[in-house]
């Protein structure tokens, strides 16, 4: 069997030079999300989202993006998990694209607020009747007793809807990433990576600057 530190890969794709960094983070963010669509890339828009709670206590999930604009990045959950609540306790995150086919990573990191109630209603309304009854039936990151729980809810949620429009329930909504740093880093040879880091300004607008790999 192989060894676990013997796993090594050398990226030799691309190169990611001064020249080829965009003026603010958002047109290179546009950029490199228009490559990935065109890439081999299974769930493009998978990231992990990292939080941590009043105490610093770190903890991260594979979230999807549902929305970028140039105000942040938006998704979607539960109000009540365990990320809603540590996000109403330290209203911080860190956001982590990684595509490995194009052998880049972005990073985000910002504080995050809520997104109104209509622009999830706007989304809710938009998926699946049966993921809208999921987000009803399933009472996110605490403990059951089966899988059963689930399924019964899911039956007893599509009879109590029957013959009426699925509703946004109170404790589902969106989130939105405010960045005030974004990275994008390239995989290099010999793990001598290109990366770049945008910061923002107390005046408004970017820096950029390249971070030793």
Same mark, same amino acid.
């Given at each position: 069997?192989?060894?676990?530190?013997?796993?090594?890969?050398?990226?030799?794709? *691309?190169?990611?030079?001064?020249?080829?960094?965009?003026?603010?983070?958002?047109?290179?963010?546009?950029?490199?999300?228009?490559?990935?669509?065109?890439?081999?890339?299974?769930?493009?828009?998978?990231?992990?989202?990292?939080?941590?709670?009043? *105490?610093?206590?770190?903890?991260? !999930?594979?979230?999807?993006?549902?929305?970028?604009?140039?105000?942040?990045?938006?998704?979607?959950?539960?109000?009540?998990?365990?990320?809603?609540?540590?996000?109403?306790?330290?209203?911080?995150?860190?956001?982590?694209?990684?595509?490995?086919?194009?052998? !880049?990573?972005?990073?985000?990191?910002?504080?995050?607020?809520?997104?109104?109630?209509?622009?999830?209603?706007?989304?809710?309304?938009?998926?699946?009747?049966?993921?809208?009854?999921?987000?009803?039936?399933?009472?996110?990151?605490?403990?059951?007793?089966? !899988?059963?729980?689930?399924?019964?809810?899911?039956?007893?949620?599509?009879?109590?809807?029957?013959?009426?429009?699925?509703?946004?329930?109170?404790?589902?909504?969106?989130?939105?990433?405010?960045?005030?740093?974004?990275?994008?880093? *390239?995989?290099?040879?010999? !793990?001598?990576?290109?990366?770049?880091?945008?910061?923002?300004?107390?005046?408004?607008?970017?820096?950029?600057?390249?971070?030793?790999?």
């Amino acid at each position: 069997m192989e060894s676990i530190a013997d796993i090594r890969k050398d990226y030799m794709l *691309q190169t990611l030079l001064e020249q080829d960094m965009a003026p603010d983070p958002y047109q290179q963010f546009g950029r490199w999300w228009a490559d990935a669509l065109k890439s081999d890339i299974s769930e493009v828009n998978a990231m992990t989202l990292a939080t941590a709670s009043l *105490q610093g206590i770190p903890d991260a !999930r594979i979230v999807l993006l549902k929305e970028y604009t140039e105000k942040g990045f938006v998704f979607f959950t539960n109000y009540e998990s365990d990320k809603g609540v540590q996000l109403k306790e330290n209203p911080n995150a860190c956001l982590v694209f990684f595509w490995k086919e194009l052998e !880049r990573q972005v990073r985000i990191t910002g504080s995050v607020e809520k997104i109104s109630a209509e622009d999830s209603d706007a989304y809710f309304y938009s998926r699946p009747v049966e993921s809208r009854v999921g987000a009803w039936a399933s009472p996110q990151s605490t403990v059951i007793a089966g !899988r059963h729980i689930i399924e019964e809810n899911v039956i007893k949620l599509k009879q109590e809807f029957e013959g009426k429009p699925v509703t946004r329930p109170p404790h589902w909504g969106g989130y939105i990433v405010m960045p005030h740093a974004i990275e994008f880093w *390239q995989g290099r040879p010999s !793990r001598l990576h290109d990366r770049f880091q945008y910061k923002i300004q107390d005046g408004g607008g970017w820096s950029l600057n390249r971070l030793a790999p």
